[in-house]
């Protein structure tokens, strides 16, 4: 029998003294049992349940003895069954700890073994309960011990401003990487192998951050459709690793599996960042299945309407109701827990103003992102916001607090308007909207991200998991997602792409051409951008999903990385290194503060430049011009050697957006001595671009010949030794 030898806190099974503390959050249940389950023969299971003996808060608890590491285990409440209230509670239901750190089974989701009697009259309210036992088929928690030899790990702790981001599948990196062993392909193991950090430290990132991780389940919709949720954006668990991408069955051998990952990535550098589900769960709206939160405390975890149905800001059929402390502190445990226990470095938060919606809709100074900022235990990670849901006014784009940063989806549609869509108007001699834009962009979006949060509030990025890839944006106008089972109705129809002339495959080689430059273009522009970069894992291969925009139920050649390359693939990757090299190399690329557009020297020169094709600086008509589309961006940084001798830093780029070549005049003095192009993105074969003293050299105030639709690179000479301005 349990003992009332334990406490109310910490929430979770813990091993404690022979046997486990146990700790529920249930605050409207009458009674809560522990169920044990093990295996006895033939498929079967025997299950021994003990009650819970106290509670205090909503919070039922006890120590069962007896119970070691490997014990499967459920829970049972009873309770009040009043829908319209939230109250759910069903003694039938096996339901998973929220605080499980393992899952020992995942549920089986065919709709002919879950299901509610659904009365129309109500919204949403459910009038009859179900009570046929969900034991068969329902997902088990794993007592599990922590241990585990870390070694000498230390976080990299990398600096935002030397931050590169790539956002990356643990099933689609590695399902097809030649150097990792097929037993290991697609698992975390893959993911921390040899071959896979080879190439993530020769791309020259710093930060991983991978698609959900957090053990998960596919929503019945899909499965009827025998489809899957391949992303994992519908959470089961939110303190046990995803078992389906371990090459290990056991389940404590998961946790270490996934603690070796991230031990092998922070002993070549490289950081961890999850990306983070905290808005809906997995069990989806009210007619879905009861899994876990809804069958303990339904109207503590979600929003409700008081009428027997959901608040869905998430598209998703549920919304976590951060506004009470119990949902706070569920979210709270887990990072803590991801970071002291599994040492990841950081957390983007999916659809983050759902768990900043107060009382009155979105709040910046929401308990949560309070808690989070003064959190001394992920004080030190990175903090991320996809900064919308869908919600009422759920689109929050630079409205976070310091210290989160936000992926920046303004940049994403300026960098594909300028080249994409807006380059095909130019071919085709109409306006394209001009370079203002643009500007703003590169310089670190001052206009969306206020000056104490600096331009390392915003995570640049052009293509991400969700729409088109890199590849696919210069080469599809419209999505083909009719593999998805939804006729083609899923997925954005807003692409900002161009696909030059053909829609998807050809063998046009003008076209082929025409499209690797546009992919070099962007990602120079992301790369080359103040602001924190995200590259999605495949873009430098410049990887194709056959113009699917929404993959998120196909786990298939369609998702994964295809290591298959062809040289001008190799040409894309080496081009994408050597960008980041030069972002390491220069100072003046990774800015922690805005630029202010004054003098840093008595010559007059500025941090940063503005220059027309003429080589005069940009005026406000020539700003208000919506067919300009070349644009001179001079950087200029001064920074101490170890000597303390100050050096010159100093960059041009030249940025031209339309198709035929055009004369443009570079700075001339005191801007600049001369000028060396460090990188051209009109080269289209290997190499890519030019190296050391092979590299052209201008002299100041010349006019050089540029390519159609291209970006040149230039280290500005100084023409003296140069002091910073008083």
Not at 454 to 478: I, Q, R, W
Not at 483 to 504: F, L, Q
């Amino acid at each position: 029998m349990p003992s009332r030898a334990a406490r109310p806190h910490p929430l979770g099974v813990r091993l404690r003294d022979g046997g486990v503390d146990v700790a529920v959050l249930a605050a409207h249940a009458d009674a809560v049992e522990v169920s044990l389950l093990s295996p006895s023969g033939e498929g079967a299971w025997r299950e021994d349940r003990f009650a819970l003996p106290s509670h205090l808060h909503g919070v039922w608890y006890g120590h069962v003895p007896g119970v070691g590491p490997g014990q499967r285990y459920g829970l049972r409440v009873d309770g009040p069954w009043d829908p319209v209230r939230g109250h759910r509670h069903n003694p039938a239901k096996l339901l998973l700890d929220p605080y499980a750190r393992a899952l020992g089974r995942t549920p089986d989701l065919r709709p002919e073994l879950f299901g509610h009697t659904v009365d129309d009259r109500l919204q949403g309210g459910i009038t009859q309960r179900d009570d046929r036992d969900s034991a068969p088929w329902a997902p088990l928690g794993v007592v599990v011990d922590d241990t585990f030899d870390w070694g000498d790990d230390a976080p990299p702790y990398v600096s935002m401003s030397d931050t590169v981001i790539y956002e990356a599948h643990v099933r689609g990196l590695t399902q097809l990487l030649p150097g990792v062993p097929p037993e290991l392909r697609g698992t975390y193991a893959g993911l921390g192998h040899p071959a896979t950090v080879a190439h993530l430290l020769g791309l020259g990132v710093t930060t991983v951050e991978l698609l959900p991780v957090q053990a998960f389940n596919t929503e019945p919709a899909l499965v009827q459709r025998w489809r899957i949720n391949y992303w994992g954006y519908n959470t089961l668990g939110y303190f046990a690793p995803h078992p389906g991408y371990a090459a290990t069955t056991d389940p404590a051998g998961v946790l270490a599996e996934f603690k070796a990952m991230v031990r092998s990535l922070h002993t070549a550098g490289i950081e961890v960042v999850l990306d983070v589900v905290y808005n809906h769960t997995a069990e989806g709206g009210v007619t879905g299945p009861t899994l876990s939160f809804r069958g303990l405390d339904a109207a503590t975890y979600y929003r409700l309407d008081g009428h027997g149905g959901d608040i869905d800001s998430t598209g998703c059929g549920n919304s976590l109701d951060a506004r009470e402390p119990r949902v706070v502190q569920l979210v709270l445990d887990s990072l803590r827990y991801w970071v002291e226990e599994m040492h990841v470095d950081g957390f983007r938060f999916d659809l983050a103003p759902t768990l900043a919606r107060g009382r009155d809709g979105f709040d910046p100074e929401h308990p949560f992102l309070v808690a989070a900022r003064i959190d001394p235990v992920l004080a030190g990670t990175k903090l991320i916001a996809e900064p919308w849901d869908v919600g009422p006014h759920g689109w929050r784009t630079g409205q976070f607090p310091v210290p989160f940063s936000e992926w920046n989806d303004r940049f994403r549609d300026s960098v594909r308007d300028f080249w994409l869509p807006g380059a095909a108007r130019a071919a085709a001699g109409e306006p394209t909207g001009g370079v203002r834009d643009l500007a703003t962009r590169l310089a670190g979006s001052a206009d969306v991200f206020a000056a104490r949060r600096g331009p390392m509030a915003s995570v640049n990025f052009v293509s991400a998991h969700d729409g088109f890839t890199l590849g696919d944006l210069t080469a599809y106008n419209e999505k083909h997602n009719e593999r998805n089972g939804e006729d083609n109705r899923d997925g954005t129809t807003e692409n900002r792409s161009w696909n030059h002339g053909a829609e998807g495959p050809t063998d046009d080689e003008g076209i082929l051409s025409a499209r690797r430059r546009s992919m070099r273009n962007i990602m120079a522009t992301l790369l080359l951008a103040t602001g924190v970069p995200m590259i999605v894992a495949g873009d430098e291969l410049g990887r194709t999903q056959g113009g699917n925009n929404n993959a998120y139920c196909l786990d298939d050649e369609t998702s994964w990385v295809s290591w298959d390359l062809e040289p001008w693939q190799e040409d894309l990757r080496d081009t994408v290194a050597y960008l980041l090299a030069l972002r390491r190399e220069h100072p003046v690329l990774r800015q922690d503060r805005f630029f202010a557009g004054r003098p840093v020297h008595s010559d007059g020169t500025k941090d940063i430049a503005w220059f027309g094709p003429e080589g005069a600086e940009m005026d406000h008509g020539r700003w208000h011009d919506p067919s300009l589309r070349v644009l001179q961006m001079y950087l200029h940084a001064v920074h101490a050697d170890p000597s303390g001798r100050h050096i010159d830093g100093s960059l041009l780029v030249v940025v031209h957006g339309r198709p035929e070549r055009a004369e443009v005049r570079l700075p001339g003095q005191p801007w600049a001595d001369r000028y060396a192009l460090l990188w051209d993105s009109s080269f289209d074969q290997p190499p890519g671009y030019p190296k050391g003293p092979d590299g052209t050299v201008v002299t100041a105030g010349e006019a050089v010949d540029v390519p159609g639709n291209t970006v040149q690179v230039y280290g500005a000479r100084p023409p003296q030794a140069r002091a910073p301005r008083a």
